[in-house]
């Protein structure tokens, strides 16, 4: 990784350190970051540049670290509109209303717009339902036999389902949402594609908050129009809240498709969890800490004011990034944290972040993964890659990791 050697202001007692260079680079399956690993050895708070973006960013890897960032309302993400801090992605043009980049107390009232779709009780009410729509996808794999992409047939259109559910799509509505998504998630058909996608889909979300402005149902989009109709939220706000959250479901077509393939390709794991299910909730914790769900980090955060940790001062409007990959492997708080142990105490784990950001969807998420490992495991006798391991093929240089495909036979 390259050096820079440029001052910034710190303690007298801590020389900055040096800025590395963090390049996309093509990861091996379920591989953690080297560049990840090496920024963390050399930590707790380090200097990246990434790809695209302008000049550097402070990156922290502790858990205690990344928890006290994420807590503290000195780091701000609105910040982060206005600047053309150095990220991931070639491209940065966030929508008015975003939560991601919602500060309090704005966060708070766009967040409580939807909270109610995605409650503890409301995503109970929906579990029956999300079983039937699995199940008759894994009848139609079962009636077709083996082998089967696990991905293109299962992992992919049951989030999508599930999120349509939540929001409010009419049946009549999802083959044309699904199609929007798959493009817009797509490493296929460039960036032109994509963007046309996200219009469409931003276009349909516009007129279904407008349509739904004296709506008292609890969906999503339901929720949003009334709170537009109240005037507690502009239709702007309403729309950006709402994409994301329809695009969601991709997280955990790729989380599960990692948990899938580890515990595929780990005999002793397999054999556990098909035998014990009731050892099948702490595996399934277990594997959303291990697994690398990311590459590189997500949002970064600007300094509002001088602010020190660990010994070194964070300049107001420096930009800050926390890695939830990097607090998850703290051997700190998980002992030897690059080996699977479902037996371990994963309650720490900062897998669906922390703060107020903590994820919307975080129980939506866990309820679909419960449901596809259980699922796949009960249903699909002797499920076993239908492929060597290193012959799964992997997304590359795309923010999100998972398998493009998993063949499976049983």
Not at 303 to 309: G, K, Q, R
Request: glycine share 6%; net charge negative.
């Amino acid at each position: 990784m390259a050096e820079d050697t440029t001052d910034t202001t710190t303690l007298t007692s801590q020389p900055p350190p040096p800025v590395r260079d963090w390049p996309p680079r093509e990861l091996h399956a379920t591989d953690f970051d080297p560049v990840l690993a090496e920024l963390m050895r050399e930590g707790p708070l380090t200097r990246i540049r990434l790809p695209h973006g302008e000049g550097w960013a402070w990156l922290a890897t502790r858990h205690e670290d990344v928890k006290a960032i994420t807590n503290d309302p000195r780091f701000s993400r609105a910040e982060v509109v206005d600047r053309q801090v150095t990220r991931i992605a070639p491209h940065f043009k966030p929508k008015p209303g975003s939560l991601a980049f919602a500060d309090q107390p704005d966060h708070n009232r766009l967040r409580k717009a939807v909270a109610a779709a995605y409650t503890v009780g409301a995503v109970k009410r929906l579990r029956p339902r999300a079983q039937e729509t699995l199940d008759a996808l894994v009848e139609a794999v079962l009636h077709d036999g083996p082998p089967a992409d696990l991905i293109e047939r299962v992992l992919e259109p049951f989030p999508i389902a599930v999120v349509c559910e939540v929001m409010g799509v009419p049946e009549a509505d999802r083959e044309q949402i699904h199609a929007w998504t798959r493009q817009i998630i797509s490493t296929a058909g460039g960036a032109e594609a994509a963007e046309r996608a996200k219009d469409g889909m931003y276009g349909y979300i516009a007129e279904a908050i407008r349509e739904r402005s004296r709506s008292e149902g609890e969906d999503v989009l339901s929720l949003l129009g009334a709170a537009v109709g109240r005037g507690e939220i502009s239709e702007a706000e309403a729309i950006g809240i709402a994409g994301p959250l329809q695009i969601g479901g991709e997280a955990v077509t790729h989380n599960v498709g990692q948990m899938l393939y580890l515990i595929l390709t780990d005999p002793e794991l397999l054999e556990r969890l098909r035998c014990r299910p009731e050892s099948r909730p702490a595996a399934i914790d277990e594997l959303v800490r291990f697994i690398p769900h990311r590459t590189s980090v997500g949002l970064a955060r600007i300094a509002l004011e001088d602010i020190e940790i660990q010994g070194v001062r964070i300049t107001a409007g420096d930009p800050v990034y926390v890695s939830y990959l990097a607090a998850n492997r703290d051997p700190d708080v998980f002992p030897d944290p690059d080996r699977i142990d479902i037996d371990r105490d994963t309650s720490a784990h900062l897998a669906y972040g922390n703060g107020p950001h903590y994820c919307t969807g975080a129980v939506l998420a866990r309820m679909q993964t419960d449901l596809l490992i259980n699922t796949l495991l009960d249903r699909l006798p002797g499920l076993r890659l239908a492929v060597p391991a290193d012959e799964v093929p992997w997304r590359q240089r795309t923010m999100i990791r998972g398998p493009v495909a998993l063949p499976v036979s049983w």
